[in-house]
């Protein structure tokens, strides 16, 4: 079957897709959520929270079972040391971040990383105190630049830019960006990011909004929230100053699972950047002897604070063993088609009802896609809750939005099927 041009929105054609996909059996690894009458959901929900690792619940009792037995000796002699945990992380994380081991690192949540990250990178002067993000960011990376900024003394009335679309576009134009980012110079100390934008799901080329902050002399910091798990990243050769992400959407790692974050190895050992540090950020090998001197760890782990938290971190380590046995480029071949196929049946089936908001060039998106539905919002609400009622998991935006995600680890084109035939049953067409 050629893509796009042989597809249909039939059982058949999701049935053949089906039966080609050389990465199905992965989704035999995860656990699939059942509604009231037993019967697995349609699942489109992966940009929230990821579906279960059926091995995770091994991982955690695992943990669990080191404590009961060993107490404080399971710090050195848990199957999995808990000193060096968040050392098991990076390997696995800095493939998923186009980095090197020592550039990434799991801690703490994405809010608080953005934050320990600003500390460090937003350095503003009365000259260059501004800071870019995206119009309609994610509440709380607003939340973290404005306080940011306000900690500093300035007014984010005044101090932040917001790039919003043109005048009836739903995504941003990169050359828009570019020339944003240009027109600041000299007065932006910092540009945060989004990889991959959360409502609209579009994904940006990150090197070169990079190249441009850098261009204009200010600071570059990726959100890669909706991006770690969804899309290939190349952080080091894109030459991102620092990134941060949680680990609960693409990843898999479960509710409130420990985040991560990367910094550049040019900043790897560069002692003038000030940072709030605790014990956790003195090299390994000699953090026990508790002197009073700190000796930075080098790299992303010399931003750490506090020990982590093994219990987060356990489902975490499951998760990331799956996308070592699929690869994160076997993933993006099928989510580019799994994608495109759920475009199809949406387009085929529902085409008169609705509107795509992502748009449909595929090196601008990664899985999701957002829809509006035609008529009032009152309407919109209605056929997100018949979707629900029907099984069909996807997520709704204020007004008008869906979002539904097709994920390539656990979702099937059968599953993008039953989903746009049962938002077409819900518009009545
Ligand atoms: C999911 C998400 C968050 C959530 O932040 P936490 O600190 O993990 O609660 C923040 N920003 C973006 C862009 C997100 O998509």
């Not at 690792?53 to 080191?66: G, K, S």
């Not at 934008?197 to 990079?210: D, K, N, P």
Request: aromatic residues 6%; contains cysteine; glycine residues 8%.
């Amino acid at each position: 079957m050629n893509a796009g041009t042989d597809w249909s929105a039939t059982e058949p054609c999701a049935r053949a897709l089906d039966a080609a996909d050389a990465l199905a059996h992965f989704r035999d690894a995860f656990s699939i959520p059942r509604g009231a009458d037993g019967a697995e959901l349609t699942y489109l929900c992966g940009h929230s929270l990821g579906l279960a690792p059926r091995n995770a619940r091994a991982r955690v009792l695992e943990e669990l079972e080191d404590w009961e037995r060993l107490g404080v000796r399971g710090h050195e002699h848990a199957r999995r040391d808990w000193i060096s945990y968040a050392e098991r992380l990076q390997a696995p994380l800095a493939v998923l971040a186009g980095a090197a081991p020592q550039e990434v690192v799991a801690m703490n949540s994405l809010s608080v990383n953005l934050h320990l990250l600003l500390v460090s990178f937003y350095r503003p002067t009365a000259a260059r105190h501004r800071i870019l993000i995206e119009a309609g960011a994610f509440p709380s990376d607003r939340h973290v630049v404005t306080s940011q900024l306000r900690w500093h003394g300035y007014d984010p009335a005044v101090a932040l830019i917001e790039l919003a679309p043109r005048a009836g576009e739903e995504t941003l134009r990169a050359e828009e960006i570019e020339q944003t980012i240009a027109a600041q110079a000299g007065k932006l100390a910092l540009v945060l990011w989004p990889g991959v934008q959360y409502r609209t799901g579009q994904s940006f080329e990150l090197a070169h909004i990079a190249h441009a902050a850098q261009r204009a002399g200010a600071r570059i910091g990726f959100d890669l929230a909706h991006s770690i798990g969804n899309v290939p990243l190349s952080l080091h050769d894109g030459n991102a100053d620092f990134a941060a992400w949680c680990s609960y959407k693409y990843l898999n790692g479960g509710p409130g699972a420990i985040g991560g974050a990367f910094v550049h190895e040019r900043h790897a050992r560069d002692l003038s950047l000030p940072r709030l540090s605790g014990w956790w950020a003195h090299e390994a090998a000699t953090r026990f002897r508790m002197g009073p001197e700190l000796t930075l760890t080098p790299g992303a782990a010399g931003w750490q604070i506090s020990n982590p938290p093994v219990l987060s971190s356990a489902p975490l380590i499951a998760a990331l063993e799956q996308f070592s046995g699929a690869g994160m480029a076997a993933l993006r071949a099928k989510s580019l088609q799994l994608t495109a196929y759920l475009e199809c049946c949406l387009m085929q089936l529902c085409g008169q009802e609705i509107t795509l908001l992502t748009g449909s060039d595929p090196q601008q998106r990664g899985c999701q896609l957002s829809i509006r539905v035609r008529g009032n919002s009152e309407r919109a609400r209605s056929v997100h809750a018949a979707l629900d009622a029907n099984g069909v998991v996807t997520d709704w935006r204020e007004p008008d939005t869906i979002r539904l995600a097709p994920v390539p680890l656990y979702n099937r084109y059968a599953d993008a099927l039953r989903a746009a035939q049962l938002l077409a049953q819900a518009l009545r067409i």
